[in-house]
């Protein structure tokens, strides 16, 4: 079908952009946009944070538009879709975190916190503009679904085309953790199996990315790289040409984490290897133990276990790999992501 004859011809998105761009590129831009520009659709990007031109331009541009708001939203721009929401068409609310859990959740950095507890309390009025939101796992959902009578799931699309499998044939292995200072407690956590294993295999190397911020339960750990947390377009580029045979994504049981994704089972995928993960929601929902990972309660010496188990099965590690890319493919396609948001293209005002 041509894009002139597609039912989405014509029809706009917006995204209001409140600097929440990783967000906006996994579950939106960079998945789903360029399949429904194929078919029609006209979708831009609005940087709510730098325009200063008048009201009038902004309703101008906006207008008979549907608007997808990620995470947050300033109140100056709250302010102007309440007065003026019979202008636009769908207003579609994305969140991918659990914002006013961190109160609730000891060990994250304090700015942190303040920046997402101060997010929180301007949820419920994104949330009453919102004609649906859309969460990332069933967690959310269901919370949110206490809050607003249309709350839809999408799990995260892999962005990563074509990936290629680490080496796994010879003995210079990469364990790897990539993970924000929000997580800073739970790789800590692992300390205690690291060093020892870390001894005990002169050849593998250890990447944790959290440069200084990596806890100091991991000092006088042999072959330990710390590179510096990366802005989004530099980590996507690092992300495609690093390999790593390991991937750790340890989640232990706090309010925060139980509006996690799966998206580290991405992460891991796209840097060709295959993960450790906590024996728990959300990776339960995506992760066959033993299949394309492996799954390990919060005991370290669980984590040990499976970390000797996959170095000592080269074979076996490099087959769990492969199926874990060809679940990645078949689940976090982004033609799903882009079917997901035709549907959403429609409003009956």
Not at 118 to 128: D, F, H, V
Not at 188 to 195: D, V
Not at 322 to 335: H, V
């Amino acid at each position: 079908m041509s894009a002139e004859a597609s039912p989405l011809a014509g029809v706009r998105w917006v995204v209001l952009s409140d600097a929440a761009r990783p967000t906006e590129d996994i579950y939106f831009l960079e998945s789903a946009a360029p399949v429904l520009r194929q078919q029609g659709a006209i979708v831009e990007r609005f940087d709510t944070r730098r325009y200063h031109l008048p009201t009038r331009w902004a309703l101008r541009r906006l207008a008979g538009a549907n608007l997808l708001i990620v995470r947050s939203l300033g109140e100056r721009w709250v302010r102007l879709l309440e007065r003026h929401r019979e202008r636009f068409g769908r207003i579609v609310y994305l969140i991918d975190d659990d914002l006013g859990a961190v109160t609730r959740t000891n060990g994250l950095p304090a700015a942190y916190v303040a920046r997402l507890s101060g997010l929180a309390m301007r949820q419920p009025a994104l949330l009453a503009l919102a004609d649906e939101v859309v969460a990332c796992c069933e967690a959310l959902v269901e919370r949110l679904g206490r809050e607003h009578a249309n709350v839809s799931l999408l799990t995260p699309p892999i962005l990563a085309s074509a990936t290629e499998l680490a080496d796994f044939t010879q003995p210079d292995w990469t364990i790897g953790y990539h993970g924000t200072r929000a997580h800073r407690d739970d790789i800590a956590h692992l300390a205690t199996a690291l060093a020892p294993l870390m001894a005990s295999h002169p050849q593998v190397r250890l990447e944790i990315m959290m440069g200084r911020h990596v806890p100091e339960s991991f000092s006088g750990i042999a072959r330990l790289e710390t590179p510096e947390a990366m802005p989004w377009k530099a980590f996507q580029q690092y992300q495609a040409t690093r390999r790593i045979q390991i991937g750790l994504a340890p989640l232990l049981e706090t309010p925060f984490n139980c509006g996690k994704s799966w998206i580290k089972f991405l992460d891991i995928t796209a840097m060709g290897g295959v993960g450790i993960y906590s024996r728990r929601a959300p990776y339960t929902e995506v992760v066959e133990h033993g299949v394309d990972g492996l799954l390990v309660g919060d005991d370290p010496s669980e984590w040990r276990t499976a970390l000797e188990q996959l170095l000592a099965n080269p074979a076996a590690t490099q087959t769990m790999a492969e199926r874990a890319r060809q679940k990645a493919s078949c689940l976090a396609g982004k033609e799903r992501c882009a079917v997901f948001w035709s549907g959403m293209s429609y409003y009956e005002g």
